[in-house]
């Protein structure tokens, strides 16, 4: 059933539907937020003594600048 989901023509079409809908500005933007999310996670992960009040202000730090 889901035979041949991911080929490079289907991609490709998603591809050009997301820059459609969103434009060439947002998917970058995007990106570089999920990548934030997933740094700041795989922190919280090696981290895991520090105190939430610690973590919140160096979020809150993060989203000012």
């Known amino acids: 059933m889901l035979e041949g989901l991911m ?3 289907h991609l490709i ?3 050009v539907i ?7 500005g947002k ?3 995007l990106g570089g937020s999920i990548g934030k999310a ?4 795989k922190q919280a992960m090696n981290e895991p003594d520090k105190k ?5 202000k160096k979020i809150d ?3 000012k600048q």
Do not use: M, Y
Request: charged share 20%; glycine share 8%.
């Open 7 to 9: 080929q490079p023509t």
């Open 13 to 15: 079409i998603i591809l």
């Open 18 to 24: 997301v820059l459609i809908i969103f434009g060439p």
């Open 27 to 29: 998917p970058p933007e």
């Open 38 to 41: 997933i740094r700041g996670f």
């Open 52 to 56: 939430p009040e610690e973590e919140t």
């Open 61 to 63: 730090n993060q989203a």
